[in-house]
């Protein structure tokens, strides 16, 4: 019971990241857009464009990647690994989600809110929006926040995943 529960939280949550991401890529375009417009129809580029076209960039990278995590679109390279006894695969697989939760929570989560305190600190400000750049940097907290709760509920798929069964569940997509 609390598994489907769980499980339908983390799809609403995927679905909520989605929509983030599809809105702010829509923003990224509508910002370029208008960019090129004001550069090569107006004469002079409007100054704010590029900084924010950066941060958003920014963002969606660092959400998108949340997202592939999530949704176990992330590239990996398991050649040699599908080669191995069901059992050492399994291992492998629960090392490495444990490999990125431990990269996730100290250079996201823990860096990352770090370099947010740090610039907030500093009183730090963009130069052409006036934002202040500890706002812009919480995309790395929050990216990492995502990459733990989705590599987390990995983690128990794959402890709750018998090891003869893994492989097959991974590969059901895979052309042959």
Known sequence: MMRTGLIRFMKW???????????AVA??????VWGVFTRYVMGEQA???????????????LLGGAVAFGTKGHLGVDYFVGKLHPDARKLIAIVVHLIVIFFAVAIFL???????????????TTPA??????HVY???PIAGFFMVLFTIENL????????????EADSAGELD
């Open 13 to 23: 949550m995927t679905s909520a990241l989605n929509a983030i991401l599809i809105i």
């Open 27 to 32: 923003l990224l375009v509508i910002d370029v």
């Open 47 to 61: 100054k704010w464009t590029e900084e924010l076209a950066r941060f958003l960039l920014v963002w969606v990278t």
């Open 110 to 124: 823990y860096g990352g809110t770090r370099v947010v305190f740090d610039a907030l600190a500093m009183e730090q």
């Open 129 to 134: 929006l006036g934002w202040k750049m500890g």
């Open 138 to 140: 919480l995309a790395l």
């Open 156 to 167: 128990i798929e794959s402890l709750a995943t018998p090891a003869d069964e893994m492989h």
